[in-house]
């Protein structure tokens, strides 16, 4: 089994940044991905970003991010990393990090199967 921890949530306003760092550990041998997902209130978990481990430098992003977000990784010691830029009220939510063997498989499949870290609140206020 993979475990994930997650930190660097917090409380930002309106156009600012924030880091978001995942380390992962224990049985990471047999995964490929490491991805972002969130979840806002009322709304169902949605696919944020992912990168593949195996290069370091293939990434998937939601249109929803695209250009304001960047994942990175260091596969050495299996830790990711989301910079988010000119964050928006709509990026309020809890923030989850997952494992999977492929992004194909991530994204296709919602992380079934895959592993899930604890979640990181992400506040935006306007």
């Known amino acids: 089994q993979v475990r994930l921890v997650e930190s660097g949530g917090g409380l930002v306003q309106a156009g600012g940044s924030l880091r978001l760092s995942c380390a992962a550990s224990?049985?990471?041998?047999?995964?490929?991905?490491m991805g972002w997902y969130r979840q806002a209130p009322g709304n169902e978990r949605e696919f944020v970003a992912a990168?593949?481990?195996?290069?370091?430098?293939?990434?998937n992003y939601a249109d929803s991010v695209k250009g304001r977000f960047t994942i990175s990784g260091n596969n050495a010691n299996n830790t990711m990393y989301l910079s988010m830029n000119s964050l928006r009220p709509e990026d309020t939510a809890v923030y989850y990090c997952?494992?999977?063997?492929?992004?194909?498989?991530?994204?296709?499949?919602?992380?079934?199967?895959?592993?899930w870290g604890q979640g990181t609140q992400v506040t935006v206020s306007s």
């Open positions: 997952a494992w999977h063997t492929s992004i194909w498989t991530m994204k296709k499949t919602g992380n079934r199967f895959g592993s």
């Open positions: 990168i593949s481990l195996n290069d370091g430098t293939t990434t």
């Open positions: 224990g049985r990471t041998s047999g995964g490929s991905a």
